[in-house]
T-cell receptor
């Protein structure tokens, strides 16, 4: 079974600074997908960024980028120029390519990010 | 329309009540999910429907009864719940094919309190 570990329960960052959230996972699969989801307080969960395991190039989405190290099974999220709206719970997630008509996602335990004005 | 809607937003019920949670999406997704989320914890998968058929039941107690009346709607019927069932209940939907650009879209959740 796959496991996803986020070793930082809480983190804080000054507004406009950069912060990195850590995620490691364990799998015997060679092909899979990784995601970072953001869940602001009392608001719905949204996808921040995704990475296919077969792609060596790290994904980027505006101020969000990942450092994907397949051999180390590491998938960290970097948030640049942090904004107050980035304050949220961040979940790292793993998904296998094919689950037969649906997607089974394994979530990490989450990191609560506080942005300090 | 990339939205999953859930009603009600908040629900308070007694242990003898019967209530239902509703979820709706119009993205043409054929896979729909119910998750339970406790405070500061990740979502825990409860049920998965694929093409309106139950594909996964993660050993959920029978006091939770899912229903998928059509491809756009997903219900969760609640009966004789316990206080420990108080949580945020999230609905999600996705395309049935697990290619890289298919993701799960989440609703805002129903905050359930069982007294």
């Amino acid at each position: 079974a796959q496991t996803v570990t986020q070793s930082q329960p809480e983190m804080s960052v000054q507004e406009a600074e950069t912060v990195t959230l850590s995620c490691t996972y364990d799998t015997s699969e060679s092909d899979y997908y990784l995601f970072w989801y953001k869940q602001p307080p009392s608001r719905q969960m949204i996808l921040v960024i995704r990475q296919e395991a077969y792609k060596q190039q790290n994904a980027t989405e505006n101020r969000f980028s990942v450092n994907f190290q397949k051999a180390a099974k590491s998938f960290s999220l970097k948030i640049s120029d942090s904004q107050l709206g980035d304050a949220a719970m961040y979940f790292c997630a793993y998904r296998t390519p094919d689950s037969g008509g649906y997607q089974k996602v394994t979530f990490g335990t989450g990191t609560k990010l506080q942005v300090i004005p | 329309d990339t939205e999953v809607t859930q009603t009600p937003k908040h629900l308070v019920m007694g242990m003898t009540n019967k209530k239902s949670l509703k979820c709706e999406q119009h993205m043409g997704h054929r896979a729909m999910y119910w998750y339970k989320q406790k405070a500061k914890k990740p979502p825990e998968l409860m049920f998965v429907y694929s093409y309106e058929k139950l594909s996964i039941n993660e050993s959920v107690p029978s006091r939770f009864s899912p229903e998928c009346p059509n491809s756009s709607l997903l219900n969760l019927h609640l009966h004789a719940l316990q206080p420990e069932d108080s949580a945020l209940y999230l609905c999600a939907s996705s395309q049935e094919k697990a290619s890289s650009y298919n993701e799960q879209f989440f609703g805002p959740g129903t905050r359930l309190t069982v007294l």
